[in-house]
């Protein structure tokens, strides 16, 4: 009876418990707040089997929340990056809508978010599981692609030929999210 019990215990103990508690995006190498110049980061790059990802531009109705997800084209037709722009990310203006283009390069992580008025809130989230290439020179740098990865982040591209890098997290494994207040050009990258 008292070895029945015992590998009852450990038939239950060997279930695994309770379930993990939901999963909190982890944040990435504090680089928030700093700036390098582009010469001095390596730029995630778009692998060369990858499709390309087509330009977006839409209305986005100045009361309503509105995802939007950019994928590579046929066959391949993985997301590349979604976008969120909360209701009222762009305030009180003329019109019930703003006009958005999004432009992603070809050749990199860097996503062009163009509007036709400004707004203070919305969110990038790239993704990038499949077609994720590192630079030249990166992986001996950090000496593999996974530590390489996980020191990511997104920036800003400025006007200077710097970057300046956002407060990211990962919501999901090869996925790379931040908040951005304005149009511009954004990327992931990792210093030098």
Excluded: W
Aim: net charge negative; glycine share 8%; aromatic share 8%.
């Amino acid at each position: 009876m008292l070895a029945a019990c015992i590998v009852a215990a450990c038939v239950v103990a060997a279930c695994g418990g309770r379930p993990p508690a939901a999963a909190t995006p982890e944040p990435t190498a504090s680089l928030a707040g700093r700036v390098f110049p582009l010469g001095q980061v390596y730029l995630l790059g778009v692998s060369d089997s990858a499709t390309p990802v087509p330009d977006t531009t839409l209305e986005v109705p100045r009361d309503t929340l509105r995802y939007v997800v950019l994928r590579h084209a046929p066959p391949g037709d993985l997301t590349y990056a979604e976008v969120f722009f909360p209701a009222n990310a762009f305030g009180p203006g003329p019109g019930d809508s703003v006009r958005v283009t999004l432009h992603p390069r070809p050749d990199s992580y860097v996503l062009d978010v163009a509007t036709a008025q400004p707004f203070d809130s919305a969110r990038v989230t790239f993704k990038y599981a499949v077609n994720f290439e590192a630079p030249p020179g990166a992986l001996a740098r950090y000496g593999s692609a996974v530590a390489f990865e996980r020191t990511l982040a997104i920036g800003r591209l400025l006007p200077d030929s710097s970057i300046a890098f956002l407060a990211s997290t990962r919501p999901a494994a090869d996925n790379l999210s931040a908040t951005i207040t304005e149009p511009g050009s954004y990327a992931i990258g990792a210093p030098r």
